[in-house]
């Protein structure tokens, strides 16, 4: 079977997706047709693969008309970029978050159903090998009923990383942790808890004093009738973030910790050790803080996440029937609780996300 000829916009996080259809296209089924980047250039790379250059991605659709692209752009840009691929019948892997704002979000929801091209958003994780026994060991009721979670997402930036050709980073309603991490955590705990009652948070920039927020916390109820915790930091040295204990990225230093917590009435899971502990016929009767605890480790294979999304990706342009792993409404929905979270902190009050207009 022919590959489906792609197109990468936006070489920062895009190289991840360079390297999958570059590297390991039989795989994927996908082959890379051009790169297209307003500052970076081919040089900065270690895998330079031999395909056009372009600065201007609209000159690119307009000469190649690839199959489909991956959009790794800021996020204040993916209406945009949805809007003139979609004129073109181009399929879009749009990275995370949907777009900047709801309104934005909206607009790319009724897009993608207008013209009814295959689009998928780049929540990886919902690709990710972890991610998905977490959510197959919550569901088959081995935890029990779940009774909460308590996810981290506390790291440092370096410095480098605010730098003048991304202050995009900094600026308010584009970048800041909220959009640009967080939402991956508010999108792995809908994947594996289920939606979102309601939310309550408190969010500061103490650390750095940008326009956006560098910390914050969250108290969250889930429609279960579980509830949670959510903390998060761009600059607190830590190894509680997800892309050191997930070692599914090497751009990141490995650690072997936790930054998850899922806990049920019979065991708690942590991950992405995928620990479960709890009590079984050798601890004693009855069971409780007396007794000695049981603990087993689940056994999963890691592999890069992107090489499934982009996969199932290539999968999408090719068979119709094929599901997006992440649709436009389904992401949006993660984009409206981030959104409650920042009204939250700014208003004091407890935002039910489904009461929620914005």
Request: glycine share 8%; with cysteine.
């Amino acid at each position: 079977m022919s590959k489906v000829r792609m197109a990468v916009i936006g070489l920062n996080h895009g190289w991840k997706f360079v390297d999958s259809l570059s590297l390991r296209p039989d795989y994927v089924g996908g082959e890379l047709v051009a790169l297209c980047s307003k500052q970076s250039e081919k040089k900065d790379h270690p895998n330079c693969p031999d395909v056009p250059l372009y600065h201007d991605y609209i000159r690119m659709l307009e000469e190649l008309r690839p199959d489909g692209i991956v959009a790794a752009v800021p996020n204040d840009m993916h209406l945009e970029v949805t809007r003139e691929a979609a004129k073109r019948g181009v399929a879009v892997l749009l990275e995370k978050p949907v777009a900047g704002t709801m309104d934005d979000a909206r607009e790319i929801i009724r897009i993608v159903n207008d013209t009814r091209i295959p689009f998928q958003i780049g929540h990886h994780r919902r690709s990710s090998m972890l991610m998905k026994q977490a959510k197959e060991i919550i569901e088959s009721g081995r935890l029990g009923r779940m009774i909460g979670a308590s996810v981290m997402w506390m790291s440092k930036k370096p410095d480098p990383y605010f730098g003048e050709q991304f202050k995009w980073r900094i600026t308010a309603g584009v970048g800041g942790p909220l959009l640009i991490n967080s939402i991956h955590d508010i999108d792995d705990l809908r994947f594996t808890m289920g939606e979102i009652e309601s939310i309550h948070a408190f969010v500061g920039n103490p650390i750095r004093g940008n326009d956006v927020e560098d910390t914050g916390v969250a108290t969250i109820q889930f429609k279960s009738g579980a509830v949670g915790s959510y903390i998060f930091s761009d600059g607190a040295p830590s190894k509680h973030f997800y892309e050191a204990c997930a070692q599914e990225d090497p751009f990141f230093h490995p650690v072997e910790e936790d930054c998850y917590w899922f806990f049920g009435e019979k065991g708690t899971l942590a991950f992405p050790t995928m620990r479960i502990t709890g009590y079984n016929e050798q601890s004693g009767s009855p069971a409780g803080w007396t007794r000695p605890f049981c603990q087993e480790r689940i056994p999963v294979g890691r592999y890069n996440p992107i090489d499934e999304e982009t996969q199932n990706f290539c999968r999408m342009i090719v068979d119709p029937t094929v599901p997006s792993r992440c649709t436009a409404e389904d992401s949006t929905v993660t984009l409206k609780v981030v959104e409650a979270i920042r009204y939250s902190a700014r208003t004091g009050e407890t935002v039910v996300i489904d009461d929620f207009n914005i």
